[in-house]
Structure formats: structure tokens, C-alpha cells
């Protein structure tokens, strides 16, 4: 996992996030929402609304997974995966910051509606069976920030680290800070370790959530690392000819970029002196 960054321009952002089909969205999740407390059922939700997210929500992971950063464009179509899960924070359904691309093994088959936090969760807006549709009216505009808005971003993001969740949010937290990685060249595997003692919590909640240390990743992120490794070495001939130590040296710049799988990995050897690697 590596940090990232959403582009907040309403070019970048589909209107059903933006003011105005927001608030109409909020509407149908306060009203829906009395609909399934009357009724005792589970909330209805439609996902061609967070489908329109799952372009940009990609093309600002360099079509990796955001959780695993494996590619998820060349295997499979990626989800667009709820951080805080929908059955839990209904009114966050339809919120576009509560949006990551994610790869279908990370969300579907792992995650699902798992999200542990160190802290009080998060409580809705208060809606009951006999709640007023004046009184639901009222609250539309306030179930998530606005995704062009600075001030309810700030807000919104405060409210991540008081309710703190033990699962990374990269769009809000230093991944590199929690996260350290192990090589073993004898099973030929990277493991997902704590970078300190007190980021134990959030690296089991990766591996127990996410499914972050499955053998498929570790064997992966194995051979990513190698690579990553024998170039960084090969760097160490002083003999090298001036235009293949170029060509390794972009190599190397291109593993450790934003776009590549496992960059976070790759970052966090990098910190090393190739002798160590």
C-alpha cells in the first residue's frame, strides 16, 4: 500500500458526487433507510450509482488494487469497494471519500463487511420509523463532505482519525509508517510485518481483513523483489557501461514509482543499502 491522492476537480469527480444529485442521494438513503426500519428488512442499494467512481478511482491507482497494489486491470475489472462498509455506515452508501479501487480478492473475498477501528465507530444520523419526512429533509447534505470541499474534507478526515480504524485508508494515511516487509530467500516469499510495536494492530487487521500475507502475494511480491534486488546490485559494478547504468537506473526509478506493482515493497527496501538487499 502506498499513499494516495484524489483529484478533487469536477472534471475528475462524476456529477452523482457533486452537489445537487448528492443531496438527492442522501435523500433516498435517509428515506430508504426508514423504509427498511418500518419494514425490517436490510437497506436497498443501487450500485450503478459508485460504478461511475470506479474509472477515476483506478486510473489514481495506476489500475492496482489499493489495498494489495497487485494489478487489477490485467486479470480482472476491480471493484469499487466501500472502505467503511455499506451494511454498517448506510449513509456513507453513496459518499465518493468513502470510495478505493479495490481487487476482487481484497474485497470480496476477504473484507467483505469486516472494518475493525481502535476506537468508538463512527454513528450515523439518527432515523426512525416515525421520523417525519420534514425532519429527514433536513438532514440531507450532512451524511458525507462534499468532495470538492476543503473544509468538509478536513472534517471528514478528522473524524477517520477519531474514530481511528485499524484498516488503512491510503487517501488518508502514511501506509509506510505501519507497514514493514520480510524476505525469505529460503521459501522464496515477502511478508506484510509491523514497521514498530504499536503498528502490530493495523498489520494483523491487513492480514486478517485484507488477506494481505496470502501465498499468491507473497510469492509475487517475492519475485518483484528480486528483480528489484539484481538490478540495485548490478548498480554496484563500477565497470558497468555509462548507457546500460542509465537504463538500470530508470528501471530501478520506474519499480519504485507510484505506478508499478508493490511499490510500497519496493520503497521501503529501497531505505536499504544494496548490501542488505
Not at 474514530?163 to 501506509?175: A, I, V
Not at 516469499?189 to 481483513?209: H, M, N, W, Y
Request: with cysteine; net charge positive; charged share 25%.
Amino acid at each position: 500500500m502506498i499513499p494516495l491522492l484524489r483529484d478533487r476537480t469536477v472534471e475528475a469527480i462524476d456529477a452523482d458526487f457533486l452537489p445537487i444529485k448528492k443531496d438527492v442521494h442522501e435523500k433516498t438513503l435517509l428515506f430508504g433507510r426508514r423504509e427498511a426500519l418500518i419494514g425490517g428488512q436490510s437497506q436497498g442499494f443501487k450500485s450503478a450509482i459508485w460504478k461511475k467512481a470506479k474509472e477515476q478511482l483506478l486510473a489514481e491507482t495506476s489500475g492496482k488494487c489499493s489495498y494489495c497494489e497487485a494489478p487489477t486491470h490485467e486479470v480482472a475489472f476491480g471493484d469499487v469497494e466501500h472502505y467503511r462498509p455499506k451494511s454498517t455506515y448506510w449513509w456513507l452508501a453513496y459518499n465518493y471519500d468513502n470510495y478505493l479501487a479495490s481487487c476482487q480478492l481484497c474485497n470480496q473475498k476477504f473484507k467483505k463487511a469486516k472494518f475493525s477501528t481502535a476506537r468508538a465507530k463512527l454513528r450515523g444520523p439518527v432515523v426512525r420509523k416515525n421520523s417525519k419526512d420534514q425532519t429527514l429533509i433536513g438532514k440531507v447534505g450532512s451524511l458525507g463532505p462534499d468532495p470538492t470541499d476543503q473544509i468538509q474534507i478536513e472534517g471528514f478526515r478528522s473524524l477517520h482519525e477519531q474514530e481511528r480504524p485499524l484498516l488503512l485508508n491510503p487517501y488518508y494515511d502514511q501506509p509506510d509508517l505501519f507497514y514493514a516487509w520480510e524476505a525469505d530467500d529460503l521459501v522464496r516469499e515477502v511478508r506484510l510485518a509491523p514497521a514498530s510495536p504499536g503498528a502490530a494492530p493495523f498489520v494483523r487487521a491487513a492480514i486478517e481483513d485484507f488477506g494481505i500475507n496470502r501465498p499468491e502475494l507473497r510469492r509475487s511480491r517475492y519475485l518483484q523483489y528480486r528483480i528489484y534486488r539484481t538490478f540495485r546490485r548490478v548498480l554496484d559494478d563500477p565497470g558497468m557501461d555509462v548507457a546500460i547504468r542509465q537504463e538500470v537506473n530508470g528501471t530501478v526509478a520506474e519499480m519504485e514509482s507510484a505506478g508499478s506493482p508493490y511499490a510500497g515493497m519496493v520503497r521501503f527496501f529501497s531505505q536499504w543499502a544494496t548490501a542488505d538487499l
